[in-house]
């Protein structure tokens, strides 16, 4: 009975690790497939759009960084939503009404919703999304675009880098679990398509963009309609992003905890849609780097509880009770802030905060509007 147990807690462990560890190394058995761009093929017309709420703190160099792009591409077309902000946000958007155009909404509808008002009065064939906290390499556009000539390309996901890692254990653990999230879409990419693009920086062809409910994940549904409908959703490490992480651990657990909802709620409305579409390489990148990972924490327990009763049955209570103390005094120690056991400590706060909204989704729960976390400012 203890080997049994035993071996079944190396088997969870196993399965949590997979999505970080085991899922990358198996993406190098997948035949590659080189993304087959046009050196000298036009740069399609594109539009920028990106939405606030309270961005007060974030425009000025929001602003600066438009201003850079327009100059080294004064085609672009730049739009903004400004989703009913009680701050100075859209007085400092309708300021620049020589750089961009404002959608100003008069009550809370959200991110989602927004997003589809400026895509429906965008011109551009391409539509780039951001974040009105992220900066652009204003060098990051023309390729970017040009990723657009190979016609198998439908969308273009970015690189995002976290610019203040050094502010805490919070920021360094998030732009931690941030470079191994964009070594494994790298990975994913060259053998085709990523699953799913984050919300800082990607690009989709226009006539590709979905309805997007608005308590839906929207960079999460408009990336991954990319893949529904047949064409690929590559990743680009020369189209570079910055942003701060949140700094505060409250702000980044109730973060986590609100886009993990919002996600599952996202993968309910497209499972059908990817059940159909996918073959069987992409459903097991899918389950990999989506599914396991928002449950991550159950075989985490799981693997804990029958590694301890695994040694009580094989006659080791005292080691079982050692290695509980142990486990226990480490997330004490965590909690407290001990270099190295808080990197640890703040980890395991992300896995939870991620299966509580995955939680959530399943009790009903919806995320439609946002507040920015003061602690990335």
């Known amino acids: 009975m203890a080997a049994v147990l035993l071996l079944a807690a190396c088997g969870c ?20 497939r080189p993304v087959r761009v046009d050196p000298a093929a036009p740069l399609p017309p594109a539009t920028l759009v990106f939405s606030a709420f309270n961005e007060k703190a974030s425009l000025p160099a929001k602003i600066a960084n438009l201003r850079a792009i327009r100059d080294r591409h004064p085609g672009i077309e730049f739009l903004a939503y400004s989703d009913c902000s009680t701050d100075e946000t859209l007085p400092m958007l309708l300021a620049q009404a020589d750089l961009l155009r404002v959608v100003p909404s008069t009550e809370r509808t959200g991110k989602a919703t927004g997003m589809r008002r400026m895509v429906e009065q965008a011109r551009g064939e391409i539509m780039i999304f951001t974040d009105a906290n992220v900066l652009l390499d204003p060098e990051a556009i023309a390729p970017l675009l040009r990723y657009f000539s190979d016609p198998e390309v439908g969308g273009v996901a970015g690189t995002l880098r976290y610019i203040n890692e050094d502010a805490g254990a919070v920021a360094k653990v998030g732009g931690l679990y941030w470079r191994l999230e964009e070594a494994i879409k790298q990975r994913e990419s ?35 309609t990319v893949t529904l409908k047949g064409q690929r959703l590559i990743h680009a490490t020369d189209v570079v992003a910055y942003e701060k992480n949140a700094t505060e651990s409250r702000d980044e657990f109730r973060r986590k905890r609100r886009i993990a909802c919002r996600a599952f709620n996202t993968h309910r409305y497209l499972w059908p849609s990817i059940r159909a579409a996918y073959g069987a390489g992409d459903l097991y990148k899918y389950v990999s780097h989506k599914l396991l990972r928002w449950f991550g924490l159950v075989p985490l327990i799981a693997g804990v509880i029958l590694g301890l009763a695994g040694l009580v049955a094989a006659g080791q209570p005292w080691l079982a009770a050692a290695a509980f103390g142990l486990a226990a005094l480490a997330l004490l120690l965590g909690r407290a802030g001990v270099p190295l056991l808080g990197s640890l400590y703040q980890i395991l706060l992300s896995i939870v905060a991620t299966l509580l909204g995955v939680v959530d989704a399943l009790r009903g729960r919806t995320y439609q509007i946002w507040t920015p976390a003061v602690s990335r400012n």
Do not use: E
Request: charged content about 10%; hydrophobic content about 55%.
């Open 13 to 32: 462990v196993l399965i949590f690790l997979h999505p970080y560890m085991i899922y990358p190394l198996s993406l190098r058995f997948f035949a590659l």
């Open 190 to 224: 060259a053998v085709g398509s990523i699953m799913g693009a984050d919300g800082s920086i990607f690009a989709t062809r226009r006539h590709l963009y979905p309805a997007v409910p608005p308590h839906l994940l929207d960079d999460m549904t408009v990336s991954m």
